[in-house]
């Protein structure tokens, strides 16, 4: 008679497919990186076929294809042909709400070598990547021009489904000008602008972060109203603005940190001004309203940038600690995962 606290096969199910996790992400990451789902599109393929048009061998390919059905993102069908499911279309670099750059970022070795010392960063509280790099996250990203481009489009993939719905989530049209402080290419600033035509915008970023942003900004016919600011938001903030958003930046900084890049907004914003801050909000107990996604950001914080994700209670202490008060927190609506801080000098 079985044990009465004998796991599961379904639990035993869960874990082994927790476990070989990194395997899918490499398994992905390659198929990124050869252009499978690109050279596939809305047609089929054989093995053979797409090993010709990839520089591959022809056996491991169909084995890549079959690994990559076996997770759902290919069908394979009679005669040894795949096509592409719905959620392999999003690894397609010209797809709908493409996620080809997220993937490849999150694939590559800069994300997830730290992640093999992540033992180490829980016992010692330290990221891993300054150790396995000789340098921080984006100090090394500014040495590599190609990988930031990579970074930048990945940020951009993860900010769309956010672009979607923020413009209509919060009332931008109270206010004259919008500040995007780390704001990369202006994936974000770009669809507040366009939702809000008589808001002007300013892009503030590294040299670096900004680096696709004119062109982006120009092809959205956005350029005659966003300034480019280059600039360190830890020494400075851009006037001008009466609101400073902030998305997916303080996530990726330590308390200490985060309060001196608050501080040098809440020097420049005017009376009756908003911060804005876009993030995932933790709640204080871990329930199923939040995506298990959001904790392994919260550890890849932890293990690459030193950062962390945080709690409504967290968020309003930093606030308080850099002369704001937190009025609202408002979920936004699907498919975004984050929600919209609302804070206001003090």
């Not at 990221?127 to 489009?153: C, I, M, R, W, Y």
Request: hydrophobic fraction near 45%.
């Amino acid at each position: 008679m079985p044990h009465e606290n004998q796991p599961s096969d379904e639990a035993r199910g869960t874990l082994v497919q927790i476990a070989c996790g990194a395997m899918a992400t490499y398994t992905v990451g390659a198929a990124v990186r050869l252009g499978v789902v690109d050279q596939i599109a809305d047609g089929a393929r054989t093995a053979d076929e797409l090993a010709a048009e990839c520089a591959a061998h022809p056996q491991a390919m169909g084995r890549l294809l079959r690994t990559l059905a076996g997770l759902g993102l290919l069908d394979e069908r009679a005669g040894g042909t795949f096509t592409v499911t719905p959620a392999g279309a999003l690894l397609r670099s010209d797809g709908h709400r493409s996620l080809h750059s997220f993937v490849r970022m999150f694939s590559d070795p800069t994300m997830l070598r730290a992640w093999e010392r992540l033992d180490e960063s829980v016992r010692t509280g330290e990221t891993s990547f300054d150790a396995v790099f000789g340098k921080d996250f984006f100090g090394h990203l500014a040495e590599q021009p190609e990988l930031s481009a990579d970074f930048n489009a990945a940020m951009s993939d993860g900010t769309r489904d956010t672009a979607a719905v923020l413009p209509s989530a919060f009332d931008f049209g109270r206010f004259t000008t919008v500040a995007d402080i780390g704001g990369g290419d202006g994936t974000l600033l770009a669809a507040i602008l366009q939702a809000h035509p008589s808001l002007g915008g300013i892009l503030f970023d590294s040299a670096e972060g900004l680096a696709q942003a004119g062109t982006k900004l120009a092809r959205e016919g956005l350029a005659d109203r966003c300034s480019l600011v280059a600039g360190d938001f830890f020494a400075t903030a851009p006037v001008g603005a009466d609101v400073y958003l902030l998305k997916s930046v303080i996530h990726d900084w330590n308390d200490a940190q985060c309060t001196d890049i608050l501080r040098y907004c809440r020097r420049v914003i005017p009376d009756g001004g908003r911060l804005l801050i876009v993030e995932p909000v933790l709640p204080p107990v871990v329930d199923a309203s939040v995506s298990g996604v959001v904790y392994l950001s919260d550890l890849n914080m932890l293990v690459n940038v030193g950062g962390r994700e945080r709690t409504r209670d967290d968020f309003a202490q930093l606030c308080r600690g850099a002369g704001f008060e937190i009025r609202t927190v408002t979920r936004l609506p699907e498919p975004s995962r984050f929600s919209v801080i609302e804070a206001a000098p003090v």
